[in-house]
């Protein structure tokens, strides 16, 4: 099943915690990237149609009705079977849900982080969980019925309180998918940046420990799968058969085309990474140039530190298992990893510390 990721890195604010290449730019400079993407959209050769779809951001609900039409408009495929929207709670109005359920989406993700007020406005987030439920509404009013919630364990101030009281508004909204980050201390992000200097802004004192933070995790695993959303993927719970099949091609390595700034394409030999910043990614359209900036082959060990990630896990073959022999059994020994007959997967305890097992696999090949 083969998919389509589509870039929009326009923010009205960047969020504290944020790495992406995503923020705040010039209008004009989002009229062009438009025409970019546009170009790149019509470019591409076309050797599958594509299964599902998937809008992200930035933000990508808060783009232009004549412009997501326009974008679309050229990828083959609608109505697709899966086709998903990335939207900031406060940007979802019943008019874009309509158009949005026009245009073939059927299934949004919200990026609440947090459905405490006081921890969502230090990511920079102004919404409170009464936004969050009348947007939900009105997205199933227009037909949308499919939805993810995003959540950050280990924001600035969260208490296991302040946390269960998140995980208490995900089974008042219904959510058939939950994702659960854990926050992590990342240079590239304001937040990040402030609490490796030892600052005080955006709550850079008041991030919880990692300790805290594996705390929060297990507790939304435990709370999540009581209200049977079961984890499918390191990061992700659903219940059967809601889970993100765009997201699964990931894990488990089919082919997808990424089209704008900072996405990545995979035809099952070669990745591609176009450029991440929106005003060189516009210069190469208008340069006539190609929008990606790298080209690597896939490695043959992907699946070690990729399919890794999914509750199911993975069947290595004969050749995998034998280079990886030692690996495998002092992870198995150490209560990290666990066979099933021919399936190998992590641990509940193996989870915890997946990227010392992947990092392990990776310097193995």
């Known amino acids: 099943m083969a998919g389509v990721y589509i870039s929009y890195p326009f923010c009205a604010q960047k969020c504290t915690f944020c790495n992406f290449a995503s923020g705040v730019y010039p209008a004009a400079l989002e009229?062009?990237?438009?025409?970019?993407?546009?170009?790149?959209?019509?470019?591409h050769a076309w050797e599958w149609t594509p299964a599902t779809l998937y809008f992200g951001g930035g933000t990508p609900s808060r783009i232009e009705e004549s412009a997501a039409r326009r974008l679309l408009g050229l990828v083959p495929g609608r109505p697709w079977v899966e086709a998903t929207l990335e939207a900031a709670p406060g940007t979802v109005t019943a008019a874009r849900?309509?158009?949005?359920?026009?245009?073939?989406?059927?299934?949004?993700?919200?990026?609440?982080?947090?459905?405490?007020?006081?921890?969502?406005?230090?990511?920079?987030?102004?919404?409170t969980p009464e936004t969050v439920s009348a947007e939900m509404a009105l997205l199933r009013a227009a037909g949308i019925s499919r939805f993810n919630l995003d959540l950050i364990a280990g924001l600035p101030g969260q208490?296991?309180?302040?946390?269960?009281?998140?995980?208490?508004?995900?089974?008042?909204?219904?959510?058939g998918h939950v994702s659960v980050y854990m926050f992590e201390i990342d240079e590239d992000s304001r937040l990040g940046r402030e609490f490796l200097a030892g600052g005080v802004r955006f709550g850079a004192r008041e991030v919880p420990s990692s300790e805290l933070a594996v705390e929060l995790y297990e507790a939304a695993v435990e709370r999540l799968a009581a209200l049977g959303l079961r984890r499918y993927e390191i990061s992700n719970f659903a219940r059967p058969?809601?889970?993100?099949?765009?997201?699964?091609k990931y894990w488990r390595l089919e082919p997808y085309a990424g089209f704008g700034a900072g996405a990545h394409s995979f035809d099952g030999v070669l990745r591609r990474a176009n450029a991440?910043?929106?005003?060189?990614?516009?210069?190469?359209?208008?340069?006539?140039?190609?929008?990606?900036?790298?080209?690597?082959?896939?490695?043959?060990?992907?699946?070690?530190?990729?399919?890794?990630?999914?509750?199911?896990?993975?069947?290595?073959?004969?050749g995998?298992?034998?280079?990886?022999?030692?690996?495998?059994r002092r992870f198995v020994e150490a209560g990290l990893l666990e066979r099933d007959g021919a399936r190998l997967r992590l641990t509940a305890a193996g989870v915890?510390?997946?990227?010392e097992v992947f990092q392990e696999f990776i310097e193995a090949a």
């Open 159 to 175: 208490t296991p309180a302040s946390w269960r009281e998140s995980l208490a508004w995900v089974e008042r909204l219904d959510a």
């Open 352 to 355: 915890l510390v997946s990227n």
């Open 97 to 127: 849900a309509r158009w949005w359920r026009e245009l073939g989406i059927n299934r949004v993700s919200l990026g609440v982080q947090s459905f405490v007020p006081a921890e969502a406005a230090r990511t920079g987030r102004r919404h």
């Open 241 to 248: 058969g809601e889970e993100s099949l765009h997201n699964l």
């Open 320 to 328: 995998e298992w034998a280079l990886h022999e030692h690996s495998i």
């Open 276 to 318: 991440e910043s929106p005003a060189e990614y516009v210069a190469r359209g208008r340069r006539g140039e190609p929008f990606w900036v790298e080209e690597t082959p896939a490695r043959a060990d992907e699946r070690f530190f990729v399919g890794l990630r999914l509750s199911e896990g993975i069947a290595p073959h004969p």
């Open 31 to 43: 009229l062009e990237y438009v025409d970019a993407l546009a170009c790149e959209i019509e470019r």
